[in-house]
């Protein structure tokens, strides 16, 4: 299965549009369902035509975002508030699914800044995490395997001046926090190597529309006063990247990747 796929992404993009302009109908009535009890469940004051609405976006932006992700070199990125961080050195980006999944690294790695992205599968899916260190060498870019020493090799990552990416809106054990009103867990892994590694903590994301994709670098602020507790310090920067997740999905709720259930 994984190689048939494989050989889709590697299809002309003309082969991939008509693909999805089949499939598109078929993955919506099988998906429409789970993904508008999704939608209504962090949103559920939402008109049921509204929510029906980000269903159908979201199902079509997706399907791109999926099938064109080796396909960097054909579109355009356009980086918002890079001086952010272009002067800094290495930094810890925490982010988010939305947009094509690592194209933000991928836009700052083609600007010439020495970056460094994670695949998450563990080794327990090996045939996932094979198939995803696959794609992320045909795109050229730098990345580390999910372990149990992760945090280190991200801090060792950051020692060779390599800014690291790392998601954080799926579910996983960290610190407790409120996101889109439910109280949850998100893994503390990108402000935990921000506090340990000791370099700035920024926010990045993605919005993709057909070949045109945003990229956006925010500050995420240290507390004031300083809190000198480490653990207290991460459970801290965790809530603000929960809080700029949310904001992206409020602002944007069409671009997340719906198709996982968050919050089961």
């Known amino acids: 299965m994984f190689e048939i796929y494989y050989q889709l992404l590697k299809a002309p993009r003309w082969f991939k549009c008509s693909f999805i302009f089949f499939v598109q109908p078929i993955v919506y009535i ?157 893994p503390g892994t990108a402000a935990s190597v921000s506090v340990l590694g000791k370099v700035p903590l920024l926010f990045i994301y993605t919005i993709s529309e057909g070949n045109e994709n945003q990229v956006f670098i925010e500050q995420i602020n240290p507390p004031s006063p300083m809190i000198e507790n480490k653990a207290r310090l991460i459970e801290y920067l965790t809530q603000e990247i929960a809080k700029k997740m949310e904001s992206v999905i409020r602002a944007h709720p069409e671009q997340w990747f719906w198709f996982y259930n968050r919050f089961k």
């Open 30 to 186: 099988a998906t429409k369902k789970k993904i508008l009890k999704r939608v209504k469940k962090v949103f559920p004051d939402m008109p049921l035509e509204q929510a029906q609405s980000i269903v159908k976006k979201t199902v079509k932006i997706n399907l791109k975002n999926i099938l064109y992700c080796l396909d960097f070199k054909q579109e355009q990125f356009h980086i918002h508030n890079l001086d952010l961080f272009e002067k800094r050195g290495p930094v810890v980006f925490a982010t988010m699914h939305t947009g094509k999944i690592d194209s933000s690294t991928w836009a700052l790695q083609n600007l010439g800044f020495k970056v460094t992205t994670i695949i998450g599968a563990k080794p327990k899916k090996a045939k996932l995490r094979d198939f995803a260190e696959r794609l992320i060498k045909d795109l050229r870019i730098n990345y580390i395997l999910n372990s149990k020493g992760l945090t280190f090799e991200l801090i060792g990552e950051l020692k060779k001046q390599k800014s690291v990416f790392i998601h954080s809106d799926f579910r996983g054990s960290g610190p407790k926090v409120k996101l889109l009103d439910h109280e949850t867990e998100v």
